[in-house]
């Protein structure tokens, strides 16, 4: 049984009234769980939570993937660069080899035009020829070919009603060209094309020859 005597019996003294119990938790506070109020505003709020890092984590793995792709096409870029530097090298090594061995196939040429290119000699000169046309080296300027200002240097002009259009008729140095890349240029001779005289002209000339001759 619990003492209610308000008066000590052993000291005599008045005792104290025992404080009042702590007030009961309010409604809405923070309560066990299942209580209203409690765990589900939490919980909530976790799952609000979770989903914003879900999405930063989302946009974080777009930018990545797109700095990935972006480094992925420049050094595809920078490959393709590199090569093709690379390749340009080479061809401009090559042209220089051959612009050098150009007067060598002019004195083959002027050999084998004199007769003088002939046993061993001939066959060197074939394989250095067929060698060369291997490599890329083509020759152009043939007697008839249109006149090509491109390709042609003309040294020589006469003019002729054979032809229709500026035609080259002598070609004194054959040209040459590597893939794109004109070595040299060929020297030719060019005849224009000259319209022949009407019948009024022709009688007039005539007419001036008779009057030479007498």
Same mark, same amino acid.
């Given at each position: 049984?619990?003492?209610? $005597? =308000?008066?000590?019996?052993?000291?005599?003294?008045?005792?104290?009234?025992?404080?009042?119990? +702590?007030?009961? *938790?309010?409604?809405?506070?923070?309560?066990?769980?299942?209580?209203?109020?409690?765990? !589900?505003? +939490?919980?909530?709020?976790?799952?609000?939570?979770?989903? +914003?890092?879900?999405?930063?984590? *989302? =946009?974080?793995?777009?930018?990545?993937?797109?700095?990935?792709?972006?480094?992925?096409?420049?050094?595809?870029?920078? $490959?393709?660069? #590199?090569?093709?530097?690379?390749?340009? #090298?080479?061809?401009?090594? =090559? +042209?220089?080899?051959?612009?050098?061995?150009?007067?060598?196939?002019?004195?083959?040429?002027? !050999?084998?035009?004199?007769?003088?290119?002939?046993?061993?000699?001939?066959?060197?000169?074939?394989?250095?020829?067929?060698?060369?046309?291997?490599?890329?080296?083509?020759?152009?300027?043939?007697?008839?070919?249109?006149?090509?200002?491109?390709?042609?240097?003309?040294? *020589?002009?006469?003019?002729?009603?054979? #032809?229709?259009?500026?035609?080259?008729?002598?070609?004194?140095?054959?040209?040459?060209?590597?893939?794109?890349? #004109?070595?040299?240029?060929?020297?030719?001779?060019?005849?224009?094309?000259?319209?022949?005289?009407?019948?009024?002209?022709? !009688?007039? *000339? !005539?007419?001036?020859?008779?009057?030479?001759?007498?």
């Amino acid at each position: 049984m619990r003492d209610r $005597r =308000k008066i000590d019996p052993e000291t005599g003294e008045v005792r104290r009234p025992e404080a009042a119990e +702590a007030e009961p *938790q309010q409604a809405g506070e923070t309560g066990p769980a299942g209580a209203p109020g409690g765990s !589900a505003p +939490a919980a909530g709020k976790a799952d609000s939570d979770s989903g +914003a890092a879900a999405a930063d984590l *989302q =946009k974080q793995l777009e930018e990545r993937t797109a700095d990935l792709q972006r480094v992925t096409a420049d050094f595809a870029n920078y $490959r393709k660069r #590199v090569e093709r530097d690379r390749l340009a #090298v080479i061809e401009s090594a =090559k +042209a220089s080899v051959l612009t050098e061995l150009l007067p060598l196939l002019d004195d083959l040429e002027r !050999a084998d035009a004199h007769g003088d290119l002939t046993g061993p000699f001939k066959a060197v000169a074939d394989k250095l020829h067929s060698t060369l046309r291997s490599i890329g080296l083509e020759s152009f300027g043939n007697e008839g070919d249109p006149f090509d200002p491109l390709v042609h240097e003309a040294v *020589q002009h006469s003019t002729s009603p054979d #032809v229709k259009e500026p035609t080259v008729t002598t070609v004194l140095r054959r040209g040459y060209r590597f893939g794109e890349r #004109v070595l040299r240029h060929a020297l030719v001779a060019v005849t224009d094309h000259e319209p022949e005289p009407s019948a009024e002209q022709t !009688a007039d *000339q !005539a007419e001036q020859q008779s009057s030479a001759d007498n």
